[in-house]
């Protein structure tokens, strides 16, 4: 490793006007998180606590942005910025209890370590995955833009997070949208034991701000004066005038990545360099000699801080662990919401399924009214499908926001908004794209409630699936993908009107839901729709047949399938359920008319292994199995990728194999 690079280290104490009273706040608040996480390592050798990620000598970077922002403003920070979480003065056996897995923290033992938010304290933690919460900022700094408010907001990130694509995809869309966000890289010079040669090849990480026309400043991350009066001033300037900084505050990890691992593979001389640029004994030194700070005034101060620990340790050292129980678990994966009943009792028009749902969103959009709608291409030119056309004359370019191609920064956005308080939709081009924007989804939106309760107030309109003989990549139908995912809500209309009632209801919880539109429905399927704005209950199943010969259970293209055959079979007395939502699924409609019929077949569009028909086959067996009258029989499509030439995609789609199996099972 070059020392060139760490030439910005000299620690300059003298070039910036502070009064005295801030000098000593600074002091005593760099100090807090050192002494706490040296009694942590006491802990750890004791076996108390089970894992630390040190922040030793960094301290000055998470203390000195905490201090230069406002407290209503958010800061998202990582595993080693414990000076973010006691600068904004949460109370320290909330944090014991939170790293000791107990009912005092932040996340009732679901949770560890930094792994938390906090609405009280307007800290937004990590998820282990690192990059996700650089696009979660944008979505808060967002929030404040269209609100106008003179707010920033800091978001933290390691050198070796900046490699990851959420990275690049945050700044490029915050430099887009001119959001006002502070990205703030500490740059300790190792990603675990990776050092920043194998990391990136600029000189600079700050350079980069150069690639996405963002300003950015080089900042001494061991000088706690340097940190704090420079990231004053951006962000003040930031407040005035909305834009994105990146912010690279060289400084060095002196532990190992976590305790345990060490530190064998650093070069004993950058460990000795970097020991005599000590953020805190340096500042101490500057203090005594500047006569600010005696001999005494610093015992007093280390004692209160070592008394506060002690008795905050006290405290969550005596809190009881947690007694599990089931029923809180499963209440916490989703946000409660009451279904609100909207009936419309307006004249109907006979509308597409493509226009059922544009004008669904239309209605939502006009009844909450910072509802924020995000995709690619979906402003001037209406979206691929042409759902938001004419949309931006009625609402405007803030609320319906044409993105860059980046389906993990919009998702995380649409989180950030969500935390902020605002709901928003975010259209997929295609359902195949979801995968570009997979891990924000089952990792951060799917687990927020869960995890600290704060709710994911989005729905990702999915268009999907296969008959358009569009290959591989633009027809999959990927349900499955997500219902397996607890956390998640999954809408599958079929038909206009449930349609458009669904989206409503989808738009008004407050749990991220995906919302199925399938292609080859949107311009086939016609149906009488109520022209006003109403909602539909998810979970709730509909016969679209009734009969008592057999059970066809369905959704999406299959109920279509499903329909032409039984229309076609008129002397076959089949009820056919239309599921319309998969997570919640009405197990009880499924169960009651099975036991009627005696026989049920379970028919999707995806290919077999791991779909939903599965799971529901498996559920019909284990609670109805007295009651059958033959073995559950799934159809399903072949287990292939989805090919294009027409005369392919017929042989793989389940489509033509479902009659033969009705009649088979029929005649069992
Ligand atoms: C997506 C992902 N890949 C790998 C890891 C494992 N991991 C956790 S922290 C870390 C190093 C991070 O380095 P850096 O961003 O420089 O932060 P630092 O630990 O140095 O503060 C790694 C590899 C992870 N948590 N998530
Ligand atoms: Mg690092």
Same mark, same amino acid.
């Not at 998470?62 to 904004?88: K, S």
């Not at 009280?120 to 979505?139: C, F, N, R, T, W």
């Given at each position: 490793?070059?020392? $060139?690079?760490? %030439? !910005?280290?000299?620690?300059?104490?003298?070039?910036?006007?502070?009064?005295? $009273?801030?000098?000593?706040?600074? !002091? &005593?608040?760099?100090?807090?998180?050192?002494?706490? +996480? $040296? &009694?942590?390592?006491?802990?750890?050798?004791?076996?108390?606590? %089970?894992?630390?990620?040190?922040?030793?000598?960094?301290?000055?970077?998470?203390?000195?942005?905490?201090?230069?922002?406002?407290?209503?403003? !958010?800061?998202?920070?990582? #595993?080693?910025?414990?000076?973010?979480?006691?600068?904004?003065?949460?109370?320290? #056996?909330?944090?014991?209890?939170?790293?000791?897995?107990?009912?005092?923290?932040?996340?009732?033992?679901?949770?560890?370590?930094? #792994?938390?938010?906090?609405?009280? !304290?307007?800290?937004?933690?990590?998820?282990?995955?690192?990059?996700?919460?650089?696009?979660?900022?944008?979505?808060?700094?967002?929030?404040?833009?269209?609100?106008? &408010?003179?707010?920033?907001?800091?978001?933290?990130?390691?050198?070796?997070?900046? %490699? +990851?694509?959420?990275?690049?995809?945050?700044?490029?869309?915050? %430099?887009?949208w001119d959001l006002p966000v502070l990205f703030c890289v500490e740059n300790n010079g190792y990603g675990l034991s990776t050092p920043t040669i194998e990391q990136y090849r600029c000189e600079h990480i700050a350079d980069r701000g150069k690639g996405y026309g963002m300003e950015s400043h080089i900042i001494n991350g061991n000088n706690i004066l340097e940190v704090y009066s420079k990231v004053s001033e951006i962000a003040e300037s930031v407040r005035q005038n909305p834009r994105p900084v990146l912010i690279e505050f060289k400084t060095f990890r002196m532990h190992g990545h976590e305790e345990a691992s060490g530190t064998k593979y650093v070069p004993h001389d950058l460990l000795d360099f970097w020991a005599k640029k000590d953020p805190i004994e340096n500042y101490q030194s500057y203090l005594k000699d500047k006569g600010l700070l005696t001999e005494e005034h610093e015992v007093k101060i280390k004692t209160e801080i070592v008394h506060e620990l002690n008795e905050n340790l006290r405290i969550a050292f005596n809190e009881e662990p947690i007694v599990p129980d089931e029923s809180k678990e499963l209440n916490d994966v989703y946000k409660y919401y009451e279904y609100q009943d909207i009936k419309s009792n307006s004249n109907t028009k006979e509308l597409r399924l493509v226009d059922a749902i544009s004008e669904g969103l239309k209605q939502s959009m006009e009844k909450h009214n910072d509802l924020v709608i995000m995709g690619q291409d979906i402003a001037e030119y209406g979206g691929v499908f042409k759902i938001t056309e004419g949309f931006i004359e009625q609402f405007g370019k803030d609320r319906i926001r044409n993105t860059p191609i980046c389906e993990s920064a919009i998702i995380e956005i649409a989180m950030g908004l969500s935390i902020a308080g605002i709901k928003s939709v975010v259209e997929m081009q295609f359902s195949d794209f979801v995968t570009s924007g997979f891990n924000p989804l089952v990792n951060y939106l799917a687990k927020s409630h869960y995890r600290w309760n704060q709710e994911a107030d989005v729905v990702i309109r999915m268009p999907c699936g296969a008959g358009v003989a569009a290959g591989p990549f633009h027809s999959q139908t990927n349900e499955a993908w997500f219902t397996k995912t607890p956390g998640l809500k999954v809408v599958y209309p079929a038909f206009p009107y449930d349609a458009k009632g669904l989206l409503a209801t989808a738009i008004n919880d407050p749990n991220p839901v995906l919302f199925f539109e399938h292609k080859a429905l949107y311009r086939s399927i016609r149906q009488d729709v109520p022209a006003d704005y109403y909602t539909l209950p998810f979970g709730q199943a509909s016969l679209i047949t009734e009969g008592n010969e057999i059970t066809i259970i369905a959704y999406g293209a299959a109920v279509h399938w499903a329909l032409d055959t039984v229309r076609k079979n008129d002397d076959i007395n089949a009820e056919l359920i239309d599921l319309r939502t998969l997570q919640p699924l009405d197990t009880e409609t499924i169960f009651k008319s099975v036991r009627k019929t005696g026989k049920a077949i379970v028919f999707q569009e995806d290919s077999m292994f791991g779909g939903i028909a599965s799971d529901i086959s498996a559920l019909i067996m284990e609670n109805c199995f007295e009651e059958l009258d033959a073995p559950v029989i799934r159809v399903a499509s072949m287990e292939t990728p989805i090919p294009f030439a027409s005369q392919l995609e017929e042989q793989y789609l389940s489509k033509n194999k479902f009659e033969k199996a009705l009649k088979d099972l029929l005649d069992y």
């Open positions: 490793m070059s020392s $060139e690079i760490f %030439s !910005y280290s000299d620690i300059n104490y003298n070039d910036f006007n502070l009064d005295d $009273e801030t000098l000593i706040l600074l !002091y &005593k608040n760099i100090l807090k998180p050192r002494l706490i +996480e $040296e &009694k942590m390592l006491i802990l750890l050798r004791q076996g108390k606590i %089970s894992k630390w990620f040190a922040g030793i000598g960094q301290e000055a970077i998470a203390v000195g942005v905490t201090m230069a922002l406002n407290d209503e403003e !958010y800061i998202l920070p990582m #595993h080693r910025n414990l000076g973010v979480f006691t600068t904004r003065a949460i109370p320290l #056996h909330r944090l014991f209890s939170q790293w000791q897995g107990k009912a005092g923290g932040f996340t009732k033992g679901r949770d560890r370590s930094f #792994h938390f938010g906090t609405q009280e !304290y307007k800290i937004v933690g990590m998820i282990s995955h690192l990059g996700p919460q650089l696009g979660v900022a944008d979505g808060i700094a967002l929030a404040s833009k269209l609100r106008n &408010k003179a707010e920033v907001t800091a978001v933290f990130t390691g050198e070796g997070a900046t %490699s +990851e694509g959420d990275f690049h995809e945050a700044l490029n869309v915050a %430099s887009v």
